[in-house]
């Protein structure tokens, strides 16, 4: 059975840190390209920071460039996202996924394969 399950989640204070963690199973994680997403009510469902785990390669958001960092641990299949300086529009549900193919992790959103369940963030003072 696929897994991807989210931890980390929570409230915190402009200009906080938080960590999520996504563990996966069931699948072959470092053969797949890892992503992480955020949705707010009413909007779309959008991708914030991808990690090629074939190339080790990162792509970033505008939006979060130079605050977020994405990382791998293979050895645990366990995806991060590191969240410095964190400002209140980041508040929303965070999700991990998971596809063979980097272009679709890229900008194939709704063809994604794998998708963890979501972990709120708050950021609030």
């Known amino acids: 059975e696929v897994q991807l399950v989210e931890s980390g989640g929570g409230l915190v204070q402009p200009g906080g840190s938080l960590r999520l963690a996504c563990a996966a199973s069931?699948?072959?994680?470092?053969?797949?390209?890892i992503g992480w997403y955020r949705q707010t009510p009413g909007k779309e469902r959008e991708g914030i920071a991808l990690?090629?785990?074939?190339?080790?390669?990162?792509w970033y958001h505008d939006s979060v460039k130079g605050r977020f960092s994405i990382s791998t641990d293979n050895a645990k299949n366990t995806v991060y996202l590191q969240m410095n300086s964190l400002k209140p529009e980041d508040t929303a549900v965070y999700y991990c996924?998971?596809?063979?193919?980097?272009?679709?992790?890229?900008?194939?959103?709704?063809?994604?394969?794998?998708w963890g369940q979501g972990t709120q963030v708050t950021v609030s003072s």
């Open positions: 996924a998971a596809d063979p193919n980097y272009r679709v992790v890229r900008a194939l959103v709704g063809r994604i394969l794998y």
């Open positions: 069931g699948f072959r994680f470092a053969e797949y390209q």
């Open positions: 990690f090629d785990n074939v190339d080790g390669l990162t």
